[in-house]
């Protein structure tokens, strides 16, 4: 039956041959009127005469019976051909949804048995095949063309004529004369396009071709207004009733409704229409560029499809729903960039019909969903649009941007500066909370790089918790480090000068923080490679950072001191990369001026030093005058500690790059060197570090006088120059420098016309008097320091207590060396001439921590270098540093071990057995403290792991009896001497090459049950390890070396990878295989060389 009813619509679309079209062609109306005619005729006549087409027949009858609109003896060709179409396809869908519900209510029994799970199931009555959809569609724009679009009023939809040039024909065929009826023919067409839409085959088709023509027909229908005047009586009858345009309203209504949102905005869009264009841009534009061209629309269509547009834009997912309509499938070219600011505009304007804040307060949060998209290329043109909208929004709307925009994106960072006292849930900031609004913000500041001064005010509420997150994620691995980086170089870059430096004080800590992280809250890491904000147990000292609660207030300072010593870090990493502005330098002499001023108040620093007059002053003043000079002692501090991180981290490049820099920086010297020259003890006669600050500052001002061809504004920059140095002219107590000011001022004051010949030699430290006084005393003061003659009283006062610190005991001895003023590295080339090999036995016991420290240094110089003396005396030298070995102070033992492993290297056998009866025993000098042994034991340990990488070649050779002891030392009953034993196997087992073969059975099995049955789990990464350096070791030599136990191996790191619970231990392992893996592949897939040979033939 469907096919049947195809055909009939197949018979009455389809083209007329050539021949007839001659008979009736005098012009192109007529013959399509006569097309027309000749089909519908040729249709009747074969629904009369054909058998096939009884049941069609039938279901037409039955169609028209049941309608009110059709006519049979119209005379209008056009409209009848219409209503033929309309009654066929109204014959076909009453047909397909009688199909449909049978198939759904009895489905066939015959199938059911048949199926199998690989059958597809069946395919429903109202499936259309490509060829009946094509039918389908012929007839649908014949329907359009004839039936719908020319009795839409002019400017409501797109006129035929602009489509096609059929269109022109058509619009000229149905308008050549007057047609009755306008509205009721309208109607009739699109209820019948509506009833077809019912069922969802036949919706489809109609919906994705004829869409916006349907919205058309519906919005003239339902919303047109009345003509006034000169309706005639059957006018009036054909008129449309109340409640027909409140049918078309409801079904526009639904429509809307059910269509996809994008493709609904786009049509009212294209309803809205254009701009009316002048006739003389009509008349000059081509005939293509006219059709494509939308025409003016009536005002109330205009009116009408604004409204809708407004209800589409405010309902749930709107705003995504007019980005995806306006934009598309872009590219991201310039046209993309337009469209996004287009559509920005669009979301910003409020509409007349809407009040601001209703508008707002619905659209503002669709904006900022538009920043979490996933997919690339759609998330990269939602990003434009919401970016543009929310700064446009901030410029031209700033309360509405501040309160649904700004304030909900910063809202996370706002909550970490809330105590928990306000609510444990409502405190804390859940990972994905703090990662989305760091990169929100990373969109809308950094990529959008609009600074505007909501924005910048802004980020700056929040820019101190940006920064303690920024220096947490400093301490691991996270995602979020490089967003809070750029956000923060953003800011500094963008902000004004005198707020940035304001800025940096702050992060730094020289100023207070208002807005910094609650102290009873710190971050975490997150499951994810982010960060989360979480309650602490106890409150903390630095709370920034996840630390364990402080022991006792030891530790409470370290963690204090370490915390702020890392943040400064952190901000001198930002400061570096702000290489190419000049905030770095500014910072840094701002600082350098504070120093100034503070030294200028050195008469109110003396008189806070005073006793306090308790008698005449209140309990309240009292605290109040040591609460201040506290405070003034911390500032102080603090000031220094950031200058000396500053001018440790940031290249001098980056701090003075400007010459106004370099000259303000010389302004700042002299002015500390002149502090203090009207009292009776200058820089110049007490001070030295004012003498070296006085006499660098003269050398720069000489250097930079020096340089050629200095302009007129480097004279003019130099000018702030001139009143300190006419101060030192005038009131420093040495001639030479008095001198050397005066020709400086001269200079810069005649700029460069009057230059003395001593100007050059006096950049030079040989030529200046006051640096060669500094050098000699320096020089004084070392050879007084390297002295070892120092009371036992002094020895033990708490003036000579060594702050401990393990890494810097190399830095440590070069603080004490003999050359340079006080600096040496801890490899000097040897002991000074006047110190003997007795000398420095002697030293080496002296109580003085730095003096013991460099004799050992010097000692195990002269190990290595073979010194006679040495030599004969090696069983003292290593009774000296084994009896130092035990020494607590870093400085002492580091120190005794590098001398150890000198000796062993000069003297392997005999060393090495000494040390691995101390390793595997503990320490055997008498005056060994038992208490401590577990510490010798592991610094021993240290020292045969140094020795083990020293070996080299003589491995196999020398490295027997150290398997054994560390074998041995896997059994030890303590967890720290496993664990060094396992370490020191792995050094030395992947220096062993093939000699490792009759070992690696008991290896494996040493490794394979520590790894399996070891509780430590410290212990479990350290055989897990040796795993790692034996592969790394033997590398393409461990499929021969380890053969046997290879296999044993990979399956116990793929326990550990599997069974493991310790996430450090699984990484070790999987570093392991990884090894493997680049083995085995090396050796399956040896690399390819091209090579040539030659071959001689027989």
Known sequence: MTAAVLSAIRLLTKPLGEASVHDAQSSHQEALSAALRANRAFLLEQLQSERSFEEVRRLRGEVMAATDWFSSNTEDATWGFVQECLLLLLALARHLSVELELFKQTPAPSTAKLRTPEMAPPLPPDTLSVTQQKTLGTALQFVISLGLCPYLAPGVGVPLGRRSAFGVMVEKLVCSGAVPAVGRRLYTTTNVLLQLSELSSLATLVFTQHLGDVMAALCQLGYQPHRAGSDTEEEKMQELSAEERQT???ALKSLLEKVYQPIVIKELLILQGGPKQPAAVRSSSGPSSSRAALGSAPAWLRRLCGQLLSERLMQPNGVQAVVRAILGGGTGNESDWRKCESVARILVTCPQQSSADSYYRQVCPQILDLLHFKDKLTAQQMQRVATRALLSMVQEKPSFGQQYLLTPVLAPLHRCTIASNDGHSQAAVEEWELTRCIEDIHKIWVVGNTPSASLLKALEQVL???????????????????????????????????????????????QGQETTVAADLHFTPGSDGGARLSLQESCSVFPHFSV????????????????????????????????????????????????????????EEEEDKEELDVSAMTLLEVEQRLLGRAARRSQRLALLQVLAVMVESVQPTVLLRQSTQVV?????????????????????????????????????????????????????SMSRLLPPLETLSQM???????????????????????????????????????????????????????????SPQDSNSPGSTQIRHPASSEGSAARVGPKAGGRTSGTSNSCPPTKTFSDCLLEACDPDVPTRAFALRVLTQMVKKENPEAVQAQEKVLVLFLENLEHEDSFIYLSAIQGLSALADSYPERILERLLKDFQHGPSLPTSNKEHSLETRLKVGEVLMRASRAMGELAPHLGRPLVAVFLQGTRDPDQSVRASSLSNLGELCQRLDYALGPLTQELSSCLTALIKTEKEAEVRRAAVHVITLLLRGLSDKSTQVLSDVLLDLYRALKWVVGSDPDDVTVLHAQLALEELAD????????????????????
């Open 732 to 790: 420093h107590p040495e001639a030479v420098i008095q001198e050397l000011a005066s020709n400086l001022r001269a200079v810069i004051a005649t700029h460069g016309a009057y230059r003395p010949e001593n100007l050059t030699a006096s950049t030079q430290p040989s030529s200046n008097p006051t640096l060669r006084k500094n050098q000699k005393m320096q020089t004084e003061a070392n050879n007084s320091q390297i002295s070892p003659h120092p």
């Open 1079 to 1098: 083995i085995m592949k090396r050796l399956i897939f040896p690399e390819q060389k091209l090579e040539k040979k030659i071959v001689v033939l027989p």
């Open 548 to 603: 364990p609660p402080p022991s006792d207030e030891d530790d409470a300072l370290y963690e204090k001191v370490s915390g702020e010593q890392w943040r400064l870090e952190c901000l001198m990493q930002l400061l570096a990369e702000l290489k190419d502005y000049d905030l770095p330098g500014d910072f840094f002499l701002e600082l350098l001026q504070e120093l100034t001023s503070w030294a200028s108040a050195e008469d």
């Open 248 to 250: 078309c309203k409801e």
């Open 464 to 510: 101190p918790v940006i920064f303690g997150l920024f220096c947490f994620t400093k301490q691991n691995v996270s995602h979020l480090r490089a967003p809070c980086q750029e956000i923060l170089l953003w800011y500094l870059s963008h902000i004004e000068a005198s707020v940035a430096l304001s800025a940096l004080r702050q992060l730094s800590g020289l």
């Open 664 to 716: 303000d920086f010389i302004v700042s010297l002299l002015q500390r060197a002149c502090v203090g020259l009207d009292q009776a003890t200058g820089p110049g006669l007490g001070n030295p570090v004012e003498s070296q600050t006085l006499s660098m500052g003269i050398g720069l001002v000489a250097t930079l006088l020096s340089g050629p061809q200095l302009s007129a504004e480097d004279y003019s």
